[in-house]
């Protein structure tokens, strides 16, 4: 099937800093990323779609300044986590939209578990 | 209001048996599922999924049942086994896939040797 990479798996950041997590298409373009975000032992819940060459949507409470989204080309999607505190640690993760044959349509990275200090 | 609920948060089957975990949805526009296994620290990887002109999907030791009268689906995975061992997530979309995904809480499947 189709891989997506997110990349880093793990960061540990001092409150303050701003941490970017890249999601990347390696086989197959992507018009539309995800960026979803699960703390311990709840739902993934998706913050923002991510859209190729334009603004990314967010869902309602989710700070779009914190949480700066860009999608430069088909294949990459970065989330930039700015002026991160504590209460920001959590696990972060990416889809990708696949818009060619067979039942799955979404591939997940492997996630980004963010720690901040 | 959640859309998609798996009212079970964790269930616990012995190894070689059937594990059954259970979805219901309230949109009736929902017409794609699919069920999601995740490890801690990992990203969900795809199971199976079922679009709503089928009741029954099958893939190996894993299928997938719905139910559109009742709003309900199910994944049975058959014989259990202990690598089985991870949150299962099921998601429903309507018409257009990605940003119409909604996700299920989850629930922890433990199968126990």
């Known amino acids: 099937g189709a891989v997506v990479s997110q990349h880093p798996s793990w960061v540990i950041c001092k409150s303050g800093t701003s941490v970017k997590i890249e999601c990347r298409s390696l086989?197959?373009?992507?018009?539309?990323m995800f960026w979803y975000r699960q703390f311990p032992k709840q739902s993934l819940m998706l913050m923002a779609t991510?859209?190729?060459?334009?603004?990314?949507?967010?869902e309602q409470g989710v700070e779009k300044d914190k949480f700066l989204i860009n999608h430069a080309s088909l294949t990459l999607s970065t989330l930039t986590v700015t002026s991160a505190h504590p209460e920001d640690s959590s696990f972060y993760i990416c889809?990708?939209?696949?818009?060619?044959?067979?039942?799955?349509?979404?591939?997940f990275g492997s996630g980004t578990q963010l720690s901040v200090l | 209001d959640q859309q998609v609920k798996q009212n079970s948060p964790s269930l616990s089957v012995q190894e070689g048996r059937i594990s059954i975990l259970n979805c219901d949805y309230t949109?009736?526009?929902?017409?794609?599922f699919l069920w999601y296994k995740k490890y801690p620290a990992e990203g969900p990887t795809f199971l199976i999924s079922?679009?709503?002109?089928?009741d029954k999907n099958e893939d190996g030791r894993f299928t997938v049942f719905l139910n559109k009268s009742a709003k309900h689906l199910s994944l049975h995975i058959v014989p259990s086994q202990p690598g089985d061992s991870a949150v299962y997530f099921c998601?429903?979309?309507?018409?257009?896939?990605?940003?119409?995904?909604?996700f299920g809480p989850g629930t922890r499947l433990s199968v126990l040797p």
């Open positions: 889809s990708a939209e696949y818009m060619g044959q067979g039942n799955e349509k979404l591939f």
């Open positions: 086989d197959f373009q992507a018009t539309t």
């Open positions: 991510s859209n190729e060459g334009s603004k990314a949507t967010y």
């Open positions: 949109n009736s526009m929902f017409d794609y």
């Open positions: 079922i679009s709503s002109i089928k």
């Open positions: 998601a429903a979309s309507a018409g257009n896939y990605g940003q119409n995904f909604v």
